[in-house]
């Protein structure tokens, strides 16, 4: 496991080569989501620069005043100086008790970008998977609006990108921990990230972390397009599944647009298995609509939990179509598997009292390590 991996228990993305420089290219990659076609990581290199928490909110200081250095995005802020040679480690020692500075500050992110003249769209966003914990965003000195949350990405659509010199991306991130013996933060309940990070007192002091932890990437699209598409299992056994992908279909500008048709082909990654298609029809609108699609997928391969079976992956290809000409793609990877929690047999000595068994594939598996 990576440092990060180890000292904030979270899966850190890697780095795609391909945005490492200053100049970013088209990149379709699996650590994201739902890739597109069009589309620019802007992960990798970045600037990082501490600043006055004072300053105003929605206000750019002067970038030329701040103690820039090199980082690599994803990262924690913790890290990235630790990386940098500009702190200790905080795991290490009293370490920890010596870096609650670092919550105390503001911290600046700058990344500069060109984009190639082809990357266009009437939808165009910029899209953080992940910002601890308050987020705040400029393009070209524009502010673009603000975040708050460790989970959950943040889309910001954005205009005016320039084809002919490079952009500016700015990202202010403040801390959101309970700040044990500090000044500010949140109240205790309402933080949306995990203890963890958030004053659980790992080792010897309060800590908590702050930075973009997630991966960067911009995108571009016309409409009507598709999003959040969720493939789930509703009935599966080794002669058969029942799978059913909703995806959401958005529009923008008209009332109502001329039908189009949502197809869906589910491939087996590796299996040799024929694809199995499916289709339905929706009429967008302004907003959104979902479209629902059932397939049933013969011979299933299922998928286990470690040390119980394989984990075989199939894939769904869910187009967007109009009078057969392609207006959006995605492709999702999943395990068929059915998860469910069915009462057990034994004996009550009690009304409150139920013996909960946990099936997986119609299986009984003993859950331990529920927290």
Not at 80 to 90: D, E, I, N
Not at 157 to 164: E, P, Q
Not at 192 to 206: T, Y
Not at 274 to 290: A, D, H, N, W, Y
Request: glycine content about 10%; aromatic content about 12%.
């Amino acid at each position: 496991m990576t440092e990060w991996m180890k000292s904030f228990a979270v899966v850190l993305f890697g780095v795609s080569a391909l945005a490492a420089g200053t100049n970013s290219t088209f990149v379709v990659d699996r650590k994201y989501a739902w890739p597109r076609q069009q589309e620019i990581a802007l992960d990798g290199m970045w600037q990082l620069a501490d600043g006055n928490a004072s300053q105003p909110l929605t206000a750019l200081p002067d970038l030329n005043m701040l103690p820039w250095f090199d980082t690599l995005v994803p990262t924690s802020v913790h890290w990235a100086l630790y990386r940098a040679g500009k702190a200790p480690h905080p795991y290490v020692g009293l370490n920890a008790k010596e870096l609650r500075w670092v919550e105390n500050k503001s911290w600046w992110f700058r990344k500069r970008f060109t984009v190639p003249k082809t990357f266009r769209g009437d939808n165009v966003r910029l899209v953080f998977e992940g910002v601890d914990y308050y987020g705040r965003y400029w393009l070209n000195g524009r502010y673009l609006g603000h975040s708050e949350g460790a989970f959950g990405a943040v889309k910001i659509n954005v205009g005016g990108l320039r084809c002919d010199r490079e952009n500016e991306l700015v990202v202010r991130v403040d801390c959101g921990g309970y700040k044990v013996g500090g000044i500010g933060g949140s109240p205790w309940a309402s933080l949306v990230k995990s203890e963890l990070w958030s004053g659980w007192q790992v080792g010897a002091a309060d800590f908590n972390t702050l930075g973009i932890w997630q991966p960067v990437r911009l995108l571009a699209n016309n409409w009507p397009c598709l999003e959040r598409p969720f493939v789930r299992t509703f009935t599966a056994d080794e002669t058969s599944a029942r799978v059913g992908v909703t995806v959401e279909v958005c529009a923008a500008g008209r009332q109502e647009e001329p039908p189009c048709e949502v197809l869906v082909t589910v491939k087996g990654c590796g299996l040799n298995a024929s694809p199995v298609v499916s289709k339905t029809s929706v009429r967008p609108m302004e907003g959104m609509v979902l479209a629902d699609v059932e397939i049933q997928i013969p011979s299933p391969r299922l998928w286990w939990p470690a040390g119980l079976g394989d984990q075989p992956l199939y894939e769904a290809e869910i187009l967007l179509t109009r009078e057969g000409r392609t207006l959006d793609r995605l492709t999702v990877p999943f395990g068929i598997r059915t998860i469910d929690r069915r009462v057990g047999k034994m004996q009550r000595t009690s009304y409150a009292a139920k013996e909960w068994i946990f099936h997986v594939n119609g299986r009984p598996l003993f859950i331990k390590g529920v927290n």
